[in-house]
């Protein structure tokens, strides 16, 4: 889990959900073929970390001589890997130990198969007790980097990533997805060794927080159904809550839903679905909502970015208003970088794949589409530390949350909703000519290609918000109150 400084709103969240808490920020969007604009798969998620901390965007390229064992720097997690990885993009820490990769989060390999992880949450003292958490198990810190090279389908990853929480244990109640051009696979560890998963109905789409959501598995259906070996006795053998007539019910056997998931995570789920399907009428203090949701309308990149971004907009329930509640919001000030993985079905497989990338906040920057058969990512998506620079992607659009913040909506609706609608125009209008030239590339001149195209749309979004952030100065010291005597 995540350890880092959290704000004062968010550490007394912390308190409230009890240990472990802490590391508990991330909101994840899932969206089946069916229920998107295009027929795309569509997962995506906020990952919240600090305040002030770059995230970096990297591919790693494929290899027949890898590595055949990863230790972690972190927790001394070891498991033996294939010699053959795949082409796989990335988001990891700017701080690395020992040059290993750290937190890498969220990615897409050669096989289109996108892989983010994770969704922390918290397991129920009881199934902690049944079955305790692993202190060299896999962490967030690897899940990444010893799965997605080594998949072929979103189906695979669970399995795969089944079978290392078995054999090796988990560190850590984490949900993890899995998606390809086909299908999206939500899968959530709960204890050492137990897990389960759901694959998303096509037509529907699921908003998650850091709480465990999967119900009731109907393990009879492995076509869309998976868990652990056992599961059913475990869970009655433990006499864990959840079990009932041969079935169980993953959320209520390791997961939590308490006063502090009243504040922390259930909400979120209220904003969510009040956004995607406002035709359905719920109160924000429901005990359990549903985990699939049929749209009211198609969603597409636009419609998450929406969800990404909400602090409850609109609502009495607005952090940036009253913040009636104090219910903890989708977007926070410690998001680090959010993404939208797209497995597209309307175009070749070697362009099917993009990457999504807003970096800090999503409600004050641009989600930049990045194809993923690449053999390079933008410079300024390798730079960045904690310390504030003039080059990094990720330090100009934090600066723009940074100078908006004191504000709240004022300059957001002034200076970066107009800048944003330009800027999501032209990335769109870059992508369908990108698209429309590649189909008649291939090898490396596609690859080229595609990197160059990268490079270039990250360029020109950056550029915008740089000129953007010197206007934010400028109007954020005319907002500026000051004490003058009118006679002097």
Partial sequence: MRTTKLLP????????????????????????????????TLAARNEDVDTSWAKHFIVHQATSNGPTQYVSK??????????????????????????????GEDGINSSNVAMSGTESGTTNSKALKADPFVKDGLAETSILDVVLPYITSAKEGVQYLGHIIETKGSAENNGVIFSDKNDIWYMEIGSGHQWAAVRVPDDMYAVIPNQNMIGKLKLSDSGNYLASPGITNFVK???????????????LAFGTNSKGDA???????????????????????????????????KIGVRQIEKVLSSHFTGTKYDSNGKWVGG???????????????????????????????????????????????????????????????AKSAYWTYKMTRILTDPYKDVLINKDVTPTKEVVNHQLDMNLENSDNHAVHLNGDDLVNYLTEQNQMNADYAQTQFQLLNQKLIQDASRLTKIVQNKDL
């Fill in 237 to 251: 053998s433990h006499k864990l809550n959840g079990y009932k007539n041969g079935t169980v019910d993953f959320a």
């Fill in 263 to 297: 504040t922390y995570n259930r909400p979120r789920v209220w904003d969510g679905q009040r956004i995607l399907t406002p035709s359905k009428k719920q109160s924000i203090t429901t005990k359990r909502f549903s985990m699939f949701m049929k749209p009211d309308h």
């Fill in 327 to 389: 219910y903890r919001p989708i977007n926070v000030p410690t998001d680090v970088e959010s993404h939208i993985l797209q497995i597209r079905n309307n175009v070749p497989n070697d362009i099917a794949a993009v990457q999504w990338l807003a970096m800090a906040s999503p409600a004050t920057s641009a989600y930049i589409p990045f194809y993923t058969n690449i053999k390079d990512t933008p410079a300024q998506y390798k730079l960045g530390t904690d310390q504030p620079d």
């Fill in 9 to 40: 709103g968010l550490v007394a969240f912390a308190a409230a959900m009890g240990m472990g808490i802490a590391a508990n920020a991330c909101t994840t969007v899932l969206v089946g073929k069916d229920a998107s604009t295009d027929g795309s």
């Fill in 74 to 103: 972190d927790n001394n997690f070891t498991v033996n890997l294939p010699a053959q990885a795949q082409r796989y993009t990335s988001t990891p820490d700017w701080q690395q130990i020992d040059g290993q990769n750290q937190f």
